[in-house]
């Protein structure tokens, strides 16, 4: 099993371009979620969901797209990143009867 | 909103010496998982604890749920070099939901 991972490991986009941030796992987990975290604080919850075909917002959902299509996967669209969208971003899974959240080694992303 | 604050920000201790962060919740928090990032890495689930007053250890640390379920404590006795890191709490406010609200961290740092 590789778990939960991320791509890319870094990247730098200008104001006004539009990315998707890439989160796959292969433990055939239902429930995946997105976080942000800045620097000196904790994670903040963007969007996640329950099984393919389901998401709901998280704390912080403003300028972000998601969409399950698969139980694998569970892409982030920024749509038209601003500097505010500059942070770590980490995808999760959740290891079902457990609640135990199993998290992919993050993409940190800087917006000019 | 809710918010889940911790206690202190930052810690530096001498190894040997004991250590505890306190996280302190809003609202009632139906579960509470504790969570060590090290420096450039991600969250890595450490425990889950359930019931009100509820008191688990693994080796060294010792981590309890207050009675109102709306703070909590983790405790490392005799600290060492590879205790260094970030250590959140997190809970969702309601049962059976996955909308898990992390609190600010206490960065640790060992003096050898």
């Known amino acids: 099993n590789a778990g939960v991972t991320q791509t890319p490991k870094f990247q730098v986009l200008k104001t006004g371009q539009s990315m998707t941030l890439q989160c796959a796992q292969d433990?055939?987990?239902?429930?995946m979620s997105w976080y942000r975290q800045d620097p000196g604080m904790g994670l903040r919850l963007i969007h996640y969901?329950?099984?393919?075909?389901?998401?709901d917002q998280g704390e912080v959902p403003n300028g972000y797209n998601v969409s399950r299509s698969t139980t694998e996967d569970f892409p982030l669209r920024l749509l038209s990143a601003a500097p505010s969208q500059t942070s770590v971003y980490f995808c999760?899974?959740?290891?079902?009867?457990?609640?135990?959240?199993?998290f992919g080694p993050g993409t940190r992303l800087t917006v000019l | 909103g809710q918010q889940v604050m911790q206690i202190p920000q930052y810690q530096h201790v001498q190894e040997g010496e004991d250590f505890t962060t306190y996280c302190n919740s809003s609202?009632?928090?139906?579960?509470i998982q504790w969570y060590k990032q090290r420096p450039g890495g991600h969250p890595v689930f450490l425990i889950q604890?359930?019931?009100?007053?509820e008191v688990k250890k693994q080796k060294r640390l010792t981590f309890q749920f207050g009675e109102a379920k709306k703070n909590s404590s983790l405790h490392i006795t005799a600290t060492q070099t590879t205790d260094v890191g970030t250590y959140f709490c997190?809970?969702?406010?309601?049962?059976?939901?996955?909308?898990?609200?992390f609190g600010t961290g206490t960065r640790l740092k060992v003096l050898a």
């Open positions: 433990m055939n987990h239902e429930y």
């Open positions: 969901s329950v099984g393919a075909g389901i998401t």
């Open positions: 997190a809970g969702p406010p309601t049962s059976g939901t996955y909308k898990y609200i």
């Open positions: 609202t009632t928090l139906s579960n």
């Open positions: 999760a899974s959740i290891i079902p009867g457990t609640d135990t959240q199993y």
């Open positions: 604890l359930v019931k009100s007053g």
